[in-house]
């Protein structure tokens, strides 16, 4: 695992005595385990300047666990890092779906974004709604199909008054975009307001794969209902 950048938690109390530019020298070491390191190191300076090396470090890394602490810290720093992350939405590795995922998500639960931006900004809960809605309000090809899956998990655990009529408009305004639409449909699950439009959909839609998807958010809204009567 080391080779991945995995070090275990304790091992950077060796290296606590560096100042911050050592530390983000570090943090840009050929040597993954040391760029963890200093992943770890820097979230004690909870400023925008770490936000925007940890982001530009982040798009670089190419090693999971030196990935994954780089997250841990800029969610320990706080919402100051949600600006800088939102810009981020979709263009961190290559796990993002690229079309209709044909294999139906089965569980009651909302699944865990694929986007590791996405996975890290949904840690902020309610707080990041308002910062990814301009991805929601204005399209843009990479980040609003992340954007739908953050907005989707977060409302679906978190009580909220997010608008959204926005999840219809991107599926009334891009008919043709089968993972817009998706996407959109599965975030729906979250908001029992939506049931209605949900069932016009299915009369209104050829797609296998979407018709699984409505029928599956649908479900879980009755189901929602009866439990809070």
């Known amino acids: 695992m080391q080779s991945r950048g995995f070090v275990d938690n304790g091992e950077e109390?060796?290296?606590?005595?560096?100042?911050?530019?050592?530390?983000?020298?570090?943090?840009?070491?050929?040597?993954?385990?040391?760029?963890?390191?200093?992943?770890?190191?820097?979230?004690r300076y909870k400023d925008i300047e770490t936000v925007t090396t940890l982001c530009n470090a982040l798009e670089?890394?190419?090693?999971?666990?030196?990935?994954?602490e780089i997250c841990n810290s800029l969610t320990h720093i706080g919402t100051i890092s949600l600006p800088l992350l939102t810009n981020l939405l979709g263009k961190i590795g290559n796990n993002q779906h690229k079309e209709v995922d044909k294999k139906p998500f089965k569980k009651s639960s909302?699944?865990?974004?694929?986007?590791?931006?996405?996975?890290t900004i949904i840690r902020f809960n309610t707080e990041a709604l308002y910062?990814?809605?301009?991805?929601?309000?204005?399209?843009?090809?990479?980040?609003?199909?992340?954007?739908i899956d953050v907005v989707g998990?977060?409302?679906?655990?978190?009580?909220?008054?997010?608008?959204?009529?926005?999840?219809?408009?991107?599926?009334?305004n891009n008919p043709d975009n089968n993972l817009l639409r998706w996407k959109a449909i599965r975030?729906?699950?979250?908001?029992?307001?939506?049931?209605?439009?949900l069932e016009e959909q299915l009369l209104c839609t050829n797609s296998k794969y979407i018709i699984e998807e409505i029928n599956r958010s649908i479900e879980l809204i009755k189901k929602r209902r009866a439990s809070n009567h």
């Open 187 to 197: 975030a729906l699950s979250a908001f029992c307001n939506s049931l209605s439009f």
């Open 131 to 147: 910062f990814v809605d301009r991805h929601i309000t204005i399209y843009n090809k990479i980040a609003t199909p992340e954007a």
């Open 13 to 43: 109390k060796k290296f606590s005595n560096l100042n911050r530019v050592a530390i983000t020298q570090l943090l840009f070491s050929k040597i993954s385990t040391e760029r963890t390191t200093a992943a770890r190191l820097i979230k």
């Open 110 to 119: 909302y699944p865990l974004p694929r986007d590791i931006v996405a996975r």
């Open 60 to 68: 670089k890394e190419k090693k999971l666990y030196t990935k994954i």
């Open 153 to 172: 998990h977060i409302c679906f655990y978190n009580s909220n008054n997010y608008n959204y009529s926005k999840l219809i408009d991107i599926i009334e």
